[in-house]
């Protein structure tokens, strides 16, 4: 079945670049073992996410909740982008763009303008009225984006809601100073970023780490708004496990306030100002 040899094939190279770039063995044979599953089963796996949905592929032999929802992405998208990102190939103005109702036009705006840089960031956007600003997204079309992008994430949590699975501050910030420290040794390995790299130089530094049962990912930020503002070795993009699927933040040396000069969480200020103990009389994102 062509699309269970699809599947296998990703996750096949998923296992091969976490392997090659350092990540922990046992999280590298766990996307082995999916493949290996999925090209032994005996029907579509598309029929299991179709018929009994995501609950259907973690119940799947050596399928746990993060390669279930791997699996469910590539079968409703033909991509994976956490794929995208081991490869160098991550890029937010086609992530954004592969979502209906947004042209080129909109996504290179709500990325350089607006700085969004994932479907987690685009839902925020949808929900808190930032999408309304943009020229050509009405009312009608934000709510198919919304409706879109709560199929697409699997959400299961109503709107607005506070995340349950968010990691703490303190691990977010731990996870920040490995990988700037040792990308700074020169202990990690480089991968060659497609976008704003003509020459495919290998430079930006990888990190695959673990903290309890979460697994990290963290690169400098390789975002057109990060070359800009040239904080290219300042901005660290961290993606982790999540309950309904891959989160992801971003932690910056902030600009501003009581926390200038200290690495904060973007977004998550007020909790970074009671981690270090300051008064923050308002929040400022140092971006």
């Not at 991509?79 to 109702?101: A, I, Y």
């Not at 080129?104 to 808190?128: K, Y």
Request: proline residues 5%.
């Amino acid at each position: 079945m062509e699309i269970n040899a699809q599947v296998g094939r990703r996750l096949e190279e998923v296992a091969e670049l976490l392997e090659e770039q350092g990540a922990n063995v046992f999280r590298v044979q766990a996307y082995r073992r999916g493949a290996e599953t999925v090209r032994r089963l005996a029907r579509p796996v598309s029929e299991i996410l179709e018929q009994e949905g995501v609950e259907g592929l973690q119940r799947l032999p050596g399928v746990g909740d993060h390669l279930a929802i791997a699996i469910r992405d590539i079968v409703r998208t033909g991509r994976l982008p956490m794929l995208d990102r081991l490869r160098g190939q991550s890029d937010p103005v086609e992530l954004l763009q592969s979502v209906p109702g947004i042209g080129p036009v909109q996504s290179a705006r709500l990325h350089e303008e607006f700085g969004i840089d994932s479907l987690e960031d685009l839902e925020a956007a949808a929900h808190d009225g930032r999408l309304a600003d943009v020229a050509g997204l009405g009312r009608k079309r934000v709510a198919g984006i919304i409706d879109s992008l709560a199929t697409r994430l699997g959400r299961v949590r109503p709107p607005g809601s506070h995340p349950t699975d968010e990691a703490p501050i303190e691990e977010l910030l731990d996870v920040d100073r490995e990988y700037r420290e040792r990308a700074g040794a020169g202990e990690l390995h480089k991968i060659a970023p497609r976008r704003f790299n003509p020459g495919r130089e290998a430079w930006l530094p990888i990190l695959h780490t673990p903290r309890g049962e979460r697994h990290y990912t963290a690169l400098f930020s390789n975002t057109a708004r990060a070359h800009k503002l040239g904080k290219t070795l300042d901005w660290v993009i961290l993606y982790y496990d999540g309950g309904a699927g891959e989160r992801q933040c971003t932690v910056i040396t902030s600009q501003f306030g009581a926390l200038k000069g200290r690495r904060i969480v973007r977004g998550r200020e007020q909790d970074c100002a009671e981690y270090y103990g300051v008064t923050q009389p308002r929040l400022a994102c140092g971006a």
